[in-house]
């Protein structure tokens, strides 16, 4: 849109002109010069002193922010489809104060300055159309940039402070109603600018535009009481309406700001629309005074027609051309009005005017003379033509009727189509190409503009195309409205703006092809063309020489962009590749070659994945142009490549060029491209055509590990018009695996000769060659490849790799012909021999081409490796030939035996042939047997029997692997598997280094009762025959199953190979089984406390025990304090029982308590500290199993010691029942055993000491028993049993009492009782005693008892027995009184009986006070009451003893 005036196809908006908020240097510069002409105008007034201080800052911010919201909502675009309010009001045109509208054209008369504004018009012979003009881009200039509809003056008051004057002159003024007195100075000012404003008014009046002002008030006016007087006085001496003309803008905010603008300038929209009404009236009625159009051709006989018509005749200009004017007039200010509906009414009018003056002779104007083609008038009214149907078809989008702006748009163009033959500017001259281009362009634009504003486009339906009236519509046209039911007319369907773009592209095709043309005929640029024979009417000298100056080029790269932007936007997949190809060609005739390369390569891919091989075809003779001209091999020796696939159609010719190329560049040293050597080029077949197709596939899908299996790789050619035109001499193909162990490598090693014959009769040495003829004329030849030699170096002749890195693996090697001749099937027939369980992938094929110069690889991997990549949507090669429908069954080339014919056998279903070979081991035939009796114990040698059974069809040499499977992965395993549990044994008992091993290595088999082991294991195991193995298992501490997996491997013959080299393959059987481990004992414990607990008197007699002296405990190694030492026998009852089903003997049962667990310790820290080896550990690690592990075992050790807890064997003597000292003892299943120990425990303090301690446990040597049984030749084992925790005594006042033996009947005797405190606090006790039948006391009933820390009180009680047997003692009743401590250890259930004090509420302070019971330890009691214990001795008779 840039090559027309921007006045003709801007959207035109109301203008609005604001003065006061810009000083003169920020003033525009139009504004600026167009003032310069009426300097006879009112002068403004004087101006006034600058402001300064705080209220000048304000007023400046104020006025900044009110132009900057004035400014905010103007919209210069060539769109704006917003009507009324809801959209941008006014185009505002900031000014200087001084601005004055421009005076009219009376006052000017008036006044005699016509000359200094300058006329539009064409009666003025100063105008620029004088003449016979049309219409100027100034004219709308000047009515969108200097006569607004609005004019809004900006002013503020005076004010004193911002004068900046002393306090002399402060102002004088009474607030007291309207008799006030008002500052003279104030008046003054205020009289100057009501005048002022007074004649702006005025002079807005004689134009008829709308005229306000706004006054901008400062902080001091806010405190003014005369400010609204002040205000009322300049509005109504300025003549101003209150409601619309004038408005006060206190100091606000710019929200505030902002708002107001906008109120402001909806406020004056209605005065705008006024005007333009007026405008419109105003020129309607000018047009109806005008004469008939048949007066214009005879104005000598229209005297009378009065001054206008004398006028009229005076310039020259049609009665048409009037009418064009000011219909013109009226449509730009109905588009200012915003009435779409009446601008576009009066633009049809005036472009149907200007359509009939193009004509040789005029219809609306009879007798009148078209526009002179070539000249300056035919020149404006042609760009004139262009503006007004740009408008219009603008304004019809507007409307919502695209159909009808894209009908008046092909209108235009047929028009001037038929017009340009008339001035003999027809298709054959680049002018009119030149002009039809840049309507498609400017109408594309107008489009893509709009569809960004937001319009739409329509989706075409039948009958939806509605066509509106137009002036000069020719009748026919309406015959395009007899189909509306029927379909769609495309030529009447409004599309994106990317069809304009690329009809323009074309346009500047042709312009440039006629435009060269033109240059051939004419190639002088000083010399105007002369007419001729083959141009009569050839094109102007300034014609040509401003075409010479356009990159024709450049523009229709420029256009196709454009256009396969617009086509990408809107998802047109198919356009927007042909785009491209325009796009890429264009580079190239620019010679822009790595531009168009880039292009060809984007849309070829597109093209080969669709398989629109005649495009690509195309693109490829292109693209091959471009790499040459770049000097890229790489990528012609690529495009050879595909350009020889059958499927790019081409002739016999052209393919032999293409073929006699790619030979030429690979195998000769003349060709150009061959001066360097080339990099490595490696070609991913699928991504482009080949010219052959080759496939890999397995003969089986399975396989055993070390056995032959065989491959083909088939490379097949077409015939035909397809066909290779010769043979074509690749140098290796490479077959890659999964393990690169297996790749192979056939090679042609023989120098490369185009005169070499076809039936070269020479034969390699490890390859057999068979040929073959089939039905339709196809060649099958078959190699046999598989005597392939391994290459440790893994590399050619040449050093590199086709990958461009050094082969570090080795590779097997042969050698072979690999020539590829038309319509053949070349198989290559190869075989891998995998030494490992996995699945053998092929992963490509690489066919080579090594020359001097050239390195070249086409790899086709597999399907499977396409997947893996995701590249499942390219094109792959698992393509048919032509005479084969994709088989249900997938083929393989077999040779006769004995005879040279081929023959394609079927092999399994499926379409597609096999890429993977699963290497699984050789199915054993042999069985395997377990035989043990389950469950079994923990700690014991456990046996197994492992049974292996020859079924083979030869005898076997085995080997067995047995593997105990741990528990938990992630905790180190203490269970062991081994063959020798004796040798276990002693390694134990010497507690030499020793690991647990869970796994038994390559254990040799041999047969069962076999006379010499070393000769059956040399000769194997006779088929059929059975061998055994014995293998033992110990599991520790966990009772859970174990499972075991054990391994028979073997090889076996699978026959010999060419050579008759035996072919051996690896067997391997796993059988797995689970053992059930369970505990062989479970002990119960009982600890019965010992009448003869006391506390350590140490040796001072008498003394108070917090006197005495303190000793050194030879146990603990610590000093023991006699106050604070607690010293208890307990007789603890261990019952033992044989939890399992089996018998089991047992050689020595040991309690190992105290200091015997500590020397377990203290060895295992000393051998660790010797040894710094972990595996020095394992005997006491076997000692502790169990029942006592190395950490807890240090655990206990030391919360004893800084507890100060010491436990002992006093009485070893004990034997348990029913065990001898010297002999071995047989438990049977269920079998009960007691032992009896008595023990002493020593507290240093008991206070400290923990609830329960752990005694010890029991240590047994034992082994399984069983009658008859050759399996109780195992050694003895040993098992720590745990033992049930013993819970201590609570530190707390307690009760010893000494009797006599027994008591007589009516024999007094004494009881005396010990009251001991263990604690460090002090206890007062209350003591009652209680009667009891039987029993006589005499002494106190009820007394108080103070008791020191860590001391004891000893009372005596005289009795008097009555009644002989157990009598019950007078009870001692003490109770404790004491506070209740809080978050002590738990007491001991059944110890403690709580009561209420009396006389005490509940708990103040951290418990609550309560009675505490003092109990009697030591001592026979019998139950009374339910709950309370009572002290009891024998009585007996009075006369006579009891034995």
Known sequence: MDTYPPEFVIHLQPTLIVTGLTSLDNASDSSHQDQKAFNDSPPPPPPRPSAQGSSTSALEFQKSTLLQAMLSRNNVSYWDNTKGLAGSLFYVI?????????????????????????????????????????????????????????????????????????????????????????DPMEREHDIVLAQELLERRKAAQERSVKFATVILLQRSHMEDPAIEDRLNFVRKSAGLDNKNSFYVLPPSTAPEIND????????????????????????????????????????????????????????????????????????????????????????????????????????????????????????EAKVLADCLCLKICKFHLYLDAPSTALFHFRRHLLVFKAFSESWRMGDDSFEYWAWLGKQYRVFGDLLDIGTKSGFKLPVPTPGSIVYGSFAGMTEGSKDLNKFSG???????????????????????????????????????????????????????????????????????????????????????????????????????????????????????????????????????????????????????????????????????????????????????????????????????????????????????????????????????????????????????????????????????????????????????????????????GRTIEWNDCSKCELDATGSSPDSESVEGESRSQSIWKSDVRLDIHPFETKVLEGVIMPKKEQTVKVVKVVLGIVTDHWNVALEFPSLESLHELDLSGLQTQQQQLPNQDAPPRRKWLDVIEDSTKLVFRNLDKGVRQPTELRVVPRESKVEIKTLFKSPAYLDEYFPVVIRVKNGETCPVQMEMDVDLQPIDATIESLDSILLDPYKMANTLASSKNHHASQSLRGIKLACRHSSSDSEDTAQGIPVG???????????????????????????????????????????????????????????????????NVST?????????????????????????????????????????????????????????????????????????????????????????????????????????????????????????????????????????????????????????????????????????????????????????????????????????????????????????????????????????????????????????????????????????????????????????????????RANLKGHQQQAQAPGQGQGQGQGVQGDVIVKVKGARTASRSGSSESVVIFVKPEAGTIE
């Open 260 to 379: 107001f603008a906008v109120n402001l300038q909806r406020s004056q929209y209605e005065g705008s629309m006024n005007y333009y009404k007026e405008q419109v009236k105003r020129h309607k009625k000018k047009k109806s005074n005008l004469p008939a159009t048949s007066a214009s051709v005879r104005p000598v006989q229209q005297q009378n027609a009065g001054v206008q018509q004398s006028a009229l005749q005076h310039q020259g200009l049609s009665v048409q051309g009037w009418m064009l004017r000011y219909e013109f007039k009226m449509g730009m200010f109905s588009e200012c009005k915003q009435d779409i509906d009446n601008a576009v009414k009066h633009y049809e009018s005036a472009y149907g005017l200007l359509i009939d003056m193009f004509a040789v002779t005029s219809t609306i104007t009879p007798g009148a003379q078209g526009l002179q083609a070539r000249t300056r008038r035919w020149a």
């Open 1025 to 1091: 025959k059975w061998a055994e193995q014995t293998v033992f298992i110990r599991a520790l501490e966990i009772p859970t199953p174990r499972t075991i997996v054990c391994k028979v491997r073997y090889e076996i013959s699978t026959g010999t190979d060419g050579q008759n080299v035996e072919k051996r393959t690896l067997t391997e059987k796993l059988h797995s089984f689970r053992v059930l481990f369970i505990p062989p004992f479970d002990a119960e414990v009982d600890y019965v406390p010992q009448s």
């Open 486 to 776: 029927i379909g769609i007319n495309p030529m009447l369907v409004l599309q994106h703006a990317g069809f304009f773009y690329h009809q323009a592209a074309n346009c500047s095709v042709q312009r440039r092809l006629h435009f060269e043309m033109a240059e051939e005929a004419f190639p002088d640029s000083t010399v105007a063309p002369t007419p001729s024979a083959s141009r009569p009417y050839p094109p102007s000298l300034q014609s040509m020489n401003a075409e010479r100056g356009i990159d024709h080029l450049a523009l229709t790269i420029e256009l196709l962009t454009k256009s396969y932007e617009q086509f990408k936007r809107h998802k047109s997949g198919r356009m927007t590749l042909f785009l491209a190809s325009e796009i890429a060609g264009t580079y190239y005739t620019a010679g822009k070659f790595e531009m168009a390369l880039k292009f060809f390569e984007r849309i070829g891919k597109t093209y080969r994945k669709e398989g629109w091989n005649l495009i690509l075809t195309s693109i490829l003779k292109w693209s091959i142009q471009c790499a040459k001209e770049l000097g890229h091999w790489e990528n012609v020796v690529e495009y050879l490549f595909e350009m020889m696939s059958p499927d790019m159609p081409s002739t016999e010719a052209k393919r032999q060029s293409i073929f006699d190329e790619l030979v030429s560049i690979l195998y000769t040293d003349i060709h150009p491209a061959n001066s360097v050597t080339h990099s490595p080029l490696i070609l991913s077949m699928p991504y482009i055509n080949s010219f052959v197709f080759c496939t890999v596939q397995f003969q089986h899908r399975q396989a055993f590990v070390s056995s032959a299996s065989k491959f083909q790789v088939q490379l097949s050619t077409f015939n035909g018009s397809g066909a290779l035109p010769q043979p074509f001499r690749i140098s290796f193909v490479q077959v890659e695996f999964s393990d690169p162990s297996l790749n192979h490598r056939f090679e042609d090693l023989r120098p490369y000769s185009q005169a070499e014959e076809k039936n070269e009769t020479q034969s390699l040495e490890n390859t057999k060659a068979i040929s073959m003829k089939d039905r339709t």
């Open 1096 to 1384: 350590d008197k140490g040796t001072t007699g008498d003394l108070v025990p917090i006197l005495e002296p303190n000793n050194v405990d030879p146990a603990l190694g610590s000093v023991l304090i006699p106050a604070l030492t607690h010293k208890e026998q307990y007789l603890m009852s261990t019952r033992v029982n044989n939890e399992g089903p089996w018998p089991v003997q047992v050689k020595e049962v040991k309690l190992v308590i105290g200091s015997a667990m500590d020397a377990l310790l203290d060895m295992e820290t000393m051998v660790a500290g010797m040894t710094k080896d972990p595996s020095s550990m394992e005997p006491v690690v076997h000692t502790l199993a169990r029942s006592h592990s190395i950490s807890r075992a240090r655990e206990r050790k030391r919360m004893l010691h800084e507890s100060g807890v010491h436990v002992d064997v006093v009485d070893e003597n004990v034997e348990p029942t029913g065990v001898q000292s010297n002999g071995i003892q047989e438990w049977r299943s269920g079998n009960l055993v007691t032992f009896n120990h008595l023990i002493e425990v020593v507290a240093a303090d008991l206070e400290l000491a923990p609830e329960q301690i752990e005694v010890g446990f029991l240590h047994v040597k034992w082994r399984r028993f069983e009658e008859n049984s050759a399996e109780n030749n195992i050694p003895f084992t040993e098992t720590n049993v745990p033992l049930q925790p013993l819970s201590l005594p609570k530190a707390e006042v307690f009760m010893t009492v000494v009797l006599p033996n027994y008591a007589q009947v009516n024999q007094p005797f004494t009881a005396r009782y010990t009251i001991h405190n263990p604690t460090g606090r002090m206890h007062e006790l209350a003591m009652t005693v209680e009667p009891t039948e039987g029993m006589v006391y005499a002494g106190t009933m009820q007394t108080t008892v103070k008791i020191l820390p860590y001391a004891s009180h000893a009372i005596q009680m005289n009795c008097y027995p009555l009644n002989a047997g157990l009598v019950r003692l007078p009870r001692l009743k003490l109770v404790v009184n004491k506070r209740k401590p809080v978050g002590r």
């Open 94 to 182: 900031p000014e200087q104060r001084s601005y004055v509208l421009p005076p009219t054209r009376k006052f000017l008369q008036q006044t005699g300055q016509q000359h200094l504004l300058p006329s539009l018009s064409p009666t003025s012979s100063s105008s620029p159309l004088y003449p016979d003009g049309l219409i100027s881009p100034v004219f709308v200039k000047r009515h969108r940039e200097q006569i607004p509809s609005v004019f809004i003056a900006i002013v503020d008051l005076w004010d004193r402070e911002s004068t900046g004057a002393d306090g002399e002159h402060q102002r004088n003024f009474s607030d007291k109603g309207p008799l006030g007195v008002i």
